[in-house]
Protein backbone atom coordinates (compact mmCIF):
# COMPACT_ATOMS: atom_id res chain seq x y z
CA UNK A 1 0.00 0.00 0.00
CA UNK A 2 1.51 3.31 -1.07
CA UNK A 3 0.34 6.18 1.80
CA UNK A 4 0.55 9.72 -0.06
CA UNK A 5 -0.47 13.43 0.76
CA UNK A 6 -3.99 14.48 1.17
CA UNK A 7 -7.47 12.03 0.64
CA UNK A 8 -7.36 8.06 0.24
CA UNK A 9 -10.46 6.55 -0.16
CA UNK A 10 -11.23 2.67 -0.75
CA UNK A 11 -13.69 -0.56 0.79
CA UNK A 12 -10.39 -2.22 0.33
CA UNK A 13 -8.44 -1.05 2.94
CA UNK A 14 -7.54 -2.83 6.11
CA UNK A 15 -6.71 -0.74 9.12
CA UNK A 16 -3.32 -3.36 9.51
CA UNK A 17 -2.47 -2.66 6.02
CA UNK A 18 -2.54 0.94 6.65
CA UNK A 19 -0.44 0.46 10.17
CA UNK A 20 1.72 -1.49 8.24
CA UNK A 21 2.64 1.07 5.45
CA UNK A 22 2.36 4.10 7.89
CA UNK A 23 5.41 2.81 10.28
CA UNK A 24 8.08 4.88 9.93
CA UNK A 25 10.15 6.82 12.94
CA UNK A 26 9.01 9.89 11.30
CA UNK A 27 5.25 9.41 11.24
CA UNK A 28 2.05 9.53 13.73
CA UNK A 29 -1.05 7.77 13.12
CA UNK A 30 -4.62 8.76 14.14
CA UNK A 31 -7.29 6.02 14.01
CA UNK A 32 -10.90 7.28 14.52
CA UNK A 33 -13.09 5.02 16.49
CA UNK A 34 -14.40 1.76 14.35
CA UNK A 35 -17.88 3.01 15.60
CA UNK A 36 -19.85 6.05 16.57
CA UNK A 37 -18.72 8.41 14.43
CA UNK A 38 -21.98 9.16 13.25
CA UNK A 39 -22.77 12.94 12.76
CA UNK A 40 -21.15 16.47 13.69
CA UNK A 41 -21.22 15.50 17.61
CA UNK A 42 -19.27 12.00 17.66
CA UNK A 43 -17.03 13.46 15.04
CA UNK A 44 -15.66 16.13 17.47
CA UNK A 45 -16.05 14.22 20.17
CA UNK A 46 -13.62 11.69 18.48
CA UNK A 47 -11.38 14.22 17.63
CA UNK A 48 -11.31 15.56 20.82
CA UNK A 49 -10.47 12.10 22.51
CA UNK A 50 -7.49 11.19 19.88
CA UNK A 51 -5.56 14.39 18.68
CA UNK A 52 -3.45 16.76 20.01
CA UNK A 53 -5.39 20.18 19.97
CA UNK A 54 -4.02 23.66 20.32
CA UNK A 55 -5.99 25.25 21.51
CA UNK A 56 -8.75 22.64 22.72
CA UNK A 57 -12.26 22.76 21.47
CA UNK A 58 -14.83 22.09 24.03
CA UNK A 59 -17.56 22.53 22.06
CA UNK A 60 -19.18 21.24 18.86
CA UNK A 61 -20.29 24.70 16.98
CA UNK A 62 -17.44 25.95 15.04
CA UNK A 63 -15.80 23.34 12.04
CA UNK A 64 -13.26 26.15 11.80
CA UNK A 65 -12.81 26.36 15.21
CA UNK A 66 -11.77 22.68 14.86
CA UNK A 67 -9.77 22.86 12.15
CA UNK A 68 -7.65 25.50 13.72
CA UNK A 69 -7.24 23.37 16.90
CA UNK A 70 -6.07 20.41 15.22
CA UNK A 71 -3.76 22.23 12.91
CA UNK A 72 -1.97 23.79 15.76
CA UNK A 73 -1.64 20.36 17.28
CA UNK A 74 -0.11 18.79 14.21
CA UNK A 75 1.69 21.52 13.44
CA UNK A 76 3.63 21.31 17.21
CA UNK A 77 4.61 17.78 16.34
CA UNK A 78 8.26 16.97 15.41
CA UNK A 79 7.29 14.22 12.62
CA UNK A 80 7.01 14.55 8.85
CA UNK A 81 4.38 12.65 8.07
CA UNK A 82 0.80 12.10 9.71
CA UNK A 83 -1.67 9.66 8.80
CA UNK A 84 -5.19 9.63 10.12
CA UNK A 85 -7.33 6.82 9.52
CA UNK A 86 -11.29 6.49 9.51
CA UNK A 87 -12.49 3.58 9.68
CA UNK A 88 -16.47 2.78 8.54
CA UNK A 89 -16.50 6.89 7.52
CA UNK A 90 -19.19 5.17 5.09
CA UNK A 91 -21.47 5.54 8.07
CA UNK A 92 -21.59 9.29 8.54
CA UNK A 93 -21.73 9.79 5.10
CA UNK A 94 -25.12 8.67 5.26
CA UNK A 95 -26.36 9.01 8.55
CA UNK A 96 -25.63 13.11 8.02
CA UNK A 97 -24.44 13.60 4.50
CA UNK A 98 -23.76 17.65 5.30
CA UNK A 99 -21.61 16.80 8.52
CA UNK A 100 -19.85 14.28 6.29
CA UNK A 101 -18.68 16.49 3.59
CA UNK A 102 -17.79 19.26 5.64
CA UNK A 103 -15.35 16.66 7.63
CA UNK A 104 -13.72 15.81 4.43
CA UNK A 105 -13.22 19.75 3.49
CA UNK A 106 -11.63 20.27 7.29
CA UNK A 107 -9.18 17.00 6.32
CA UNK A 108 -8.57 18.33 2.99
CA UNK A 109 -7.83 21.61 3.92
CA UNK A 110 -5.68 20.40 6.79
CA UNK A 111 -3.49 17.97 4.33
CA UNK A 112 -2.91 21.05 2.27
CA UNK A 113 -2.08 23.74 4.41
CA UNK A 114 -0.11 21.27 6.88
CA UNK A 115 2.11 20.86 3.77
CA UNK A 116 2.48 24.21 2.91
CA UNK A 117 6.11 25.35 3.54
CA UNK A 118 5.23 29.09 4.34
CA UNK A 119 2.03 27.95 6.13
CA UNK A 120 4.14 25.95 8.83
CA UNK A 121 7.54 28.23 8.96
CA UNK A 122 9.53 25.63 6.75
CA UNK A 123 8.18 22.18 8.70
CA UNK A 124 6.16 20.89 6.52
CA UNK A 125 4.06 17.50 6.83
CA UNK A 126 2.69 14.95 5.08
CA UNK A 127 -0.83 14.23 5.93
CA UNK A 128 -2.97 10.81 4.40
CA UNK A 129 -6.10 10.43 5.47
CA UNK A 130 -7.36 7.28 4.94
CA UNK A 131 -11.23 6.83 4.43
CA UNK A 132 -12.33 2.90 5.28
Known amino acids: M ?3 QGLQSGSG ?3 EEVLAAASRPDTVVYLLPELGV ?3 ESFFEAVR ?3 PLDPPVYSSYSWDALEDSIWGGIDALD ?3 VVIIWPQ ?3 MAEAAPADF ?3 ISVWEDLANSLNDKEATVGRPKEVCVVLM
Do not use: C, G, M
Open 89 to 91: SRV
Open 49 to 51: ERF
Open 79 to 81: VAR
Open 38 to 40: RDR
Open 13 to 15: YRI
Open 101 to 103: EIA
Open 2 to 4: NLR
